[in-house]
C-alpha cells in the first residue's frame, strides 16, 4: 500500500489493469461508478473513489476498501473457507503500519449485505436501461453487456477468494 492515501481523479483512465472498463452515471449512486474486467476475466468495480471491490476471475471476492479500511480475503484451514480480515492504517513515527481484524460472522454478513445491495442496484438500474455511459476502455467495446452477464452469473450468496490475490 502506498505511504499516501490520494484520491482517484480518472479511474477510467488509471485503471490499465482493467483492459475493459466503462464509467457509468447510475441516479442511485452519487458518484459515477468504474467496472472493469481484467484479462484474465476478473472484476472490479469502484463507486466512485470508494467504495471499491475486486473479484477473481472465479467471481470470488478477493478485495474492498470501504469506509478507509482495505478489506481481503484469506484462507482459513481450519474452516477450509475463505474469510474476510480488514486492515486499518495506523501513521507511527512517520511510517504506516496495518493493524488487523478478522471480521466477526455479523461483520462479514453485513459486508457482504451491503455489497450485494450495491451489485443488485447497480444490475438492476443495466436491466431497465437507467444509466448512462461516460466513458469506456475501449471506445466501441460491449462492457456494459458484458458487465451485465457477470452481475447475473455472480454467486449467490458472494463466496469468498481463498487469497487477496487475482491469481
Known sequence: MAL?????????????????????????????????????????????????????????LRRGYVEGLLYKAEWINATKQGRLVSLRRHRVAGKVQLRRHDLTDDEASRFLGTLV?????????IDQGSYRIVGQVPADGKIVERLRVWLVRLPMPIVIASSPRVQ
Open 117 to 125: 445491495t450495491r451489485l443488485t442496484i447497480l444490475r438492476e438500474a
Open 4 to 60: 499516501q492515501e490520494n484520491e482517484r481523479e480518472d479511474l477510467l483512465a488509471e485503471a490499465t489493469a482493467l483492459v475493459e472498463r466503462v464509467e457509468l452515471a447510475v441516479a442511485a449512486f452519487e458518484q459515477p461508478l468504474v467496472a472493469g474486467f481484467r484479462r484474465d476475466g476478473s472484476a472490479s468495480i469502484y463507486f466512485g473513489a470508494e467504495p471499491a471491490y475486486h473479484f477473481n476471475s472465479q467471481c470470488e
